[in-house]
Every structure is written in C-alpha cells, then in structure tokens.
C-alpha cells in the first residue's frame, strides 16, 4: 500500500503494532474473512452490532475487527467486550482512512475475504452471505448490497434522491451500471483493497467503488436491507457549525463531499489509466524497435521454438 500522506503511515503502523501487541496470532493468523468496521464515538450501538455479527459466513469462519477512529467514549472498550479485536486509533481521521487500515489489517494478516458493515446496526448481518457468495463462488471481484434492489426503512427523500442521483452519475462516468453507490454492507477479495488507491480520508465509498471498477475488477450488486439508526446520530454531513445537526444542512454539506470524492477519483483514475495505457504503448514501440517485441523476428522464433512460450502461456492460464 503506498500511502499519499506518511503521516497516515506512521498512525497506521503504530495502531498495528498495537494491536499484535494485544492480540499475538489472532492479528497475524485471520481466518479466511474479516469483517471490518469503522467506528467513532458508537458506545451503545457497536457492542450489540458485533455480538450479532456471525461466526461463519458461506461455511468460512470470521473475524472482527473494528478501527476506533479517535473515539472518545466507551467504544473501545464495548468492542472489545463484544468478541472484536480493536485497533484504537488515539487520532479522528475519518472513516476513509479507519476502513483504510481495516483492510490493511486484514490483507496483512492474511484474510482471503474482507465484509465491510457500519457500527450503528442499520445493516443486517444475516445478508452477509447474500453479498460474499459471488466473491466466494468467484463470479465476482467485489459485491456491494443496494437499498434500490432490496429496501430502505428511511423516510428521508432528501436522501433517497441523493443515492439515485449519484447512482446514476458514477454509472455515466464508468459505464458500469450501479443503482446505489453509498452502501455499507460490502464484500470483496482482500488484495482488492491493496491495488486500489485509497487516500480520502472521508467518503472512501465512492473512491473505492470508481477505483475498483476502473482497475478493471468484476463487480455485482445484490439486494439488500437498510434500517433506521436506532442508537446515536449520524455522524454523515455533519456541518461546520459544530454540535449544531440539522438532516437538511448535512444532507447538504455531505452530497457536496461526496460529489468533490467522486469526481476527484473519476479524474484521478481517468488521468492513472491514460498514463498507464501511454507507458505501455512506449514500452512496445522501444521493444520492437530492439527487436524483441511483438510480432519481431525474436519474438516470432521464440513462439516457433518445440515447448517455451506454450508451456509458460500454458502455466499462465491456469
């Protein structure tokens, strides 16, 4: 993982180290899926959301771990009391950059499968089979659940407006078609989240979903539930004039953050895929200009010659 700023890098190897320090092999040795969840100020609600979460998912044992983003209440201490192994981050950064170090800590410790769900219990954890099964199965690279397929008990149409008019945009940017772009309950290949920049510290819903379809992954959405918070506030949108919540302002100030996310990643990624595609073209032309690129005399000779190139192109494919 190459991070943008080594601030991030200092925070994340030092939260690390901590928690091997606390957990030995249960860190270093994952079973095969780790659940991930991001976590800042939840006491009351992570405790009963990690209890509920499942041992198993599609016949794999799990993991928990929850990234205490600068929590300055009892969530550390109720995580951990629940079953969850607890990276306490002693700094707030987001949840960008919490899920961030999640799925460090799963890659690293060698989780094939990583679940993302949220610390508020509004996503059901019996539908974590339903989204890990076309990863498992390998029809698919990465898997995000969808309110727009499935269902949503919110009654906010300030936000529901917002989920399909950013459905529709990042659709029309990446040609991939996608009807909610925003939800918390996801799964995918660990090493996905290793190939794939991730430097919003916010918001990284979107920067990882373009960054994953742009890289060429296969994706799949599945229907799915999203209930009402019942514990706590939102903590999305939250506005500059601190302490002061009012849905319609933060509705305001988080589609704003999530429009600047999504196209800074779509011109990033736009811009990372032209320089990546004129590298390549470069490397040919120097290639055959040497004569041992495709279609040279070498290259030819190579692929006429008894064994070699079968064999490797053979040994490649499976």
């Known amino acids: 993982m190459i991070y943008k700023d080594p601030r991030d890098q200092v925070i994340d190897d030092a939260a690390i180290k901590a928690l091997i320090d606390a957990y030995g092999e249960r860190v270093t040795s994952l079973p095969p899926v ?18 509920a979460l499942p041992a198993e998912v599609c016949g794999l044992a799990t993991a928990t771990i929850v990234v205490a983003d600068g929590c300055a209440d009892s969530t550390v201490a ?11 981050v002693p700094v707030n950064r987001g949840q960008g950059a919490a899920l961030r170090l999640g799925y460090r800590i799963a890659r690293e410790g060698a989780a094939a ?37 499935g269902s949503q008990e919110t009654k906010d149409m300030i936000r529901r407006a917002g989920v399909r008019f950013f459905a529709s945009t990042i659709s029309l940017l990446t040609g991939q078609r996608i009807s909610d772009t925003t939800f918390g309950l996801r799964a995918m290949r660990s090493e996905v989240t290793g190939a794939v920049q991730l430097a919003q510290p916010q ?13 060429g992954y296969k994706i799949a959405e599945v229907p799915a539930t999203i209930h009402r918070r019942r514990v706590g506030e939102s903590k999305k949108g939250q506005n500059p004039l601190y302490k002061l919540h009012i849905p319609g302002v933060n509705n305001f100030f988080y589609g ?29 032309s120097v290639a055959r200009a040497n004569g041992s690129g495709p279609g040279s005399v070498e290259a030819s000779a190579s692929s006429a010659a008894p064994g070699g190139s079968l064999t490797t192109d053979a040994a490649k494919r499976t």
């Open 34 to 51: 780790a659940i991930v969840i991001a976590a800042y100020n939840e006491a009351g609600a992570i405790g009963p959301v990690v209890e």
């Open 78 to 88: 109720e995580a951990a009391e629940a079953g969850a192994m607890v990276a306490d």
């Open 113 to 149: 499968y990583i679940i993302t769900t949220d610390a508020d219990g509004q996503y059901n954890p019996a539908e974590m089979a339903t989204v890990l099964a076309p990863v498992v199965a390998g029809e698919a690279d990465f898997v995000t659940g969808s309110r727009q397929l």
């Open 203 to 215: 918001y990284q819903a979107s920067e990882l979903l373009i960054g994953v379809i742009t890289h």
């Open 256 to 284: 704003l953050r999530f429009a600047r996310v999504a196209y800074g990643t779509y011109w990033r990624e736009r811009q990372r895929s032209r320089s990546s595609s004129s590298s390549s073209s470069r490397s040919d």
